[in-house]
């Protein structure tokens, strides 16, 4: 696993397995988001079989697949609402941590995140956003 933490309550990794649920947990995280789509994955890692490995150990599981085209405000909301509503610390993944990167930034730019700290803080965790400072500047205002 390449956990790499971007706040106190949001990490991002890469593609995890179903074997890594154990040491999430004892990581400290209450809540799993996946955001890789079905499609890109094989029946072993995709979200059910996820979803019942992280549920086996205790750890919540949410499903809300991502591509640039459903980067949209409203799954903006429904991950921003999926770490702030839980218990504990989230790990969120996909194929590389890029796209759970990128939907935590335009979540802090829709609450009126200072852009230059958005991406100062996802470039520390190893991604490089700047790309999307366009997008970022629009969505902050």
């Avoid at 991502?66 to 610390?89: C, R, W």
Wanted: include cysteine; charged fraction near 20%; charge should be negative.
């Amino acid at each position: 696993m390449d956990i790499r933490q971007i706040s106190p309550s949001y990490s991002v990794s890469p593609q995890i397995a179903p074997t890594d649920m154990g040491a999430i947990k004892a990581a400290g995280f209450t809540r799993i988001i996946c955001n890789r789509p079905d499609s890109e994955n094989p029946p072993p890692m995709q979200a059910e079989a996820m979803a019942q490995a992280a549920e086996a150990e205790g750890l919540e599981f949410v499903v809300l697949p991502l591509t640039h085209d459903t980067m949209t405000p409203d799954n903006i909301d429904k991950q921003m609402d999926a770490v702030e509503s839980a218990e504990g610390p989230v790990l969120a993944y996909c194929a590389s941590g890029t796209r759970c990167s990128v939907i935590w930034s335009l979540g802090q730019a829709s609450a009126g995140g200072n852009v230059d700290e958005i991406l100062g803080t996802v470039a520390k965790a190893g991604y490089d956003l700047s790309g999307l400072r366009p997008r970022l500047e629009q969505i902050a205002g």
